[in-house]
């Protein structure tokens, strides 16, 4: 099943017959997909599918055992290609990732420095805009333990986002966080993403958030893609495995429900 | 037996490669996400600023111990006179640059085995390579630069105090001469002890910085995780550490005697 959309010439980003394995356990098998520039692709899948490796494999965290990643057409075997992938993009990790002995402020600078990117007198300028932005700028002296998990989300956004990156990886930018953040987070990405125009791959469990959030879906089932097209035919589609999985985190959220109002019953 | 041994070699000579390559690459890349001079500075204050205290005290101890080991036994041959030949020589030749080190490794290296692998077990280490900096130069090249300076001056006070602590045991709370003993220390001392003393502890230096480092930044690899990879790897370091400052001490020994 593969409902791609209409492939314009030149993705950003393309990944080529990618596979891993951990010992003899495959986790990745042959997955193929592009991102276009401007786009918000969701990765969507269930717990263990790959969806994490598959982002890390693709950043270069981790060595793949096959294919090709290619970034504006150059393999990021080419260590000039993997060199600008970097520096063209920012990577939010599930867990933050944020550096707990430097403060706010601090963690925020980090990747301005790190690539000594534009004029150096402007840097405390721009860290002062970006924290402002995500609503950080009371807590500049800070360090992330003594912030809330929102807060230490909002702050790996901004961290992100500071060096006006080309292309963002978002890891589960909503993992351990409450429904209310958790649509805090998808609403602060579309709107950024809107204001930035940055081109988004963003793995998540949240199918719905992800769903007005994206622009394109790629469903990955047992390391292989089930899904690769846009996010609209992505809700509507009625292949009996995707509609199981939409079933199955419907009946979920309503079981959940149920929980959380015992009344309903 | 055998296939074990062999297996048991060929991993030890590829972790000692990847040890070098690991090392090579920290200081080749030191310069990597600038702001150079303040790692340098915190390395300094870390490892030098932050051991005065232990270094003083152990140096000290020592000083008297041989203050007063040296006395009962040199009193048997009626030698007492070279008390402070044999304070200040062994300070400076061997005591003083291993005791040193030993003792920066427990405190500095193992708070940076600690360091490292808690941030290589929350991503941030990931997080400075995706940054497009060498997390190897920028994590630990400053460290080994500021190790290179650090264990020599904190191995000459080592013996300055342990040779204070041999007079104290030996001329105060003994009755052997203060001007004896600083003047048999004065002829005792060559430019070549002074050398030899600072040239093992920059090598006592570099080899207990990289291992505990390397240990750190790779704690993941360890088969463990969390928190007990942590750990692991902080013993792992300082165990390594002791052993490589005492087999380095011999074999400079044996090359420069």
Redesign the interface.
């Known amino acids: 099943m593969n409902t791609s959309a209409s492939i314009p010439a030149s993705p950003l980003l393309e990944i080529r017959h990618l596979r891993k394995a951990f010992g003899a356990r495959a986790v990745l098998g042959d997955v193929s997909f592009q991102v276009q520039p401007g786009a918000v692709l969701s990765v969507l899948g269930r717990s263990g599918t790959g969806k994490s490796v598959l982002l890390k494999c693709v950043?270069g965290?981790l060595q793949h055992d096959g294919g090709e990643v290619l970034f504006r057409g150059q393999s990021l075997e080419n260590p000039a290609a993997r060199?600008a992938l970097?520096?063209a993009?920012?990577?939010v990790?599930q867990?933050n990732?944020?550096?707990?002995s430097a403060t706010v402020f601090e963690n925020v600078l980090?990747?301005l420095?790190?690539?000594?990117e534009g004029e150096r007198a402007l840097w405390p300028q721009r860290v002062r805009d970006v924290l402002q932005r995500l609503e950080l700028e009371d807590a500049t002296d800070r360090y992330p333990a003594e912030l809330s998990g929102g807060m230490q989300k909002r702050l790996a956004v901004a961290r992100a986002l500071v060096t006006e990156p080309e292309l963002v990886f978002f890891d589960e930018p909503t993992a351990g966080l409450d429904p209310l953040r958790r649509n805090a987070v998808f609403s602060l990405i579309a709107r950024l993403q809107r204001e930035r125009r940055f081109t988004a791959v963003l793995v998540t469990h949240d199918v719905q958030e992800a769903l007005v959030v994206s622009s394109h879906v790629l469903w990955l089932d047992a390391g292989t893609v089930q899904f690769d097209g846009m996010a609209s035919s992505f809700a509507t589609a009625q292949e009996p495995a995707l509609r199981e999985f939409r079933d199955n985190i419907e009946a979920l959220r309503e079981s959940l429900r149920s929980v959380a109002n015992p009344n309903s019953i | 037996m055998s296939e074990y041994l062999g297996k048991l070699t060929l991993q030890g000579v590829s972790s000692l490669g990847r040890w070098a390559v690991f090392s090579a690459r920290a200081l080749r890349e030191v310069r990597s996400?600038?702001?150079l001079g303040t790692r340098l500075v915190r390395a300094v204050f870390e490892q030098g600023v932050r051991c005065v205290p232990v270094i003083a005290v152990v140096a000290a101890f020592t000083g008297m111990v041989l203050g007063l080991q040296g006395h009962y036994v040199l009193s048997r041959f009626g030698a007492t006179g070279m008390l402070g030949t044999l304070v200040s020589l062994s300070l400076c030749r061997e005591l003083g640059p291993v005791l040193a080190a030993l003792m920066i490794a427990g405190q500095a290296g193992t708070a940076l085995s600690a360091e490292l692998g808690?941030q290589r077990s929350?991503?941030?280490i990931?997080?400075?390579?995706?940054?497009?900096?060498s997390p190897e130069g920028?994590l630990v090249g400053a460290r080994l630069l500021g190790a290179f300076f650090v264990f020599p001056v904190l191995t000459a006070f080592f013996v300055l105090v342990g040779v204070a602590g041999g007079w104290l045991s030996g001329c105060v709370l003994m009755p052997q001469d203060s001007n004896g003993y600083w003047g048999a220390v004065h002829e005792a001392i060559r430019s070549r002890d002074i050398r030899e003393c600072l040239l093992k502890a920059a090598v006592f230096g570099f080899l207990t910085t990289a291992l505990c480092a390397y240990q750190g930044f790779y704690a993941h690899r360890s088969g463990e995780a969390g928190a007990r990879a942590v750990g692991l790897a902080t013993v792992r370091g300082i165990v390594l550490s002791s052993i490589a400052i005492l087999a380095a001490d011999y074999l400079i020994t044996a090359v420069l005697l």
Request: no cysteine; glycine share 6%; aromatic share 12%.
């Open positions: 950043v965290l060199k970097r520096q993009s920012s990577y990790f867990q990732a944020l550096f707990d980090m990747p420095r790190a690539r000594g | 996400g600038q702001a808690i929350t991503e941030q990931d997080a400075i390579e995706l940054m497009d900096v920028f």
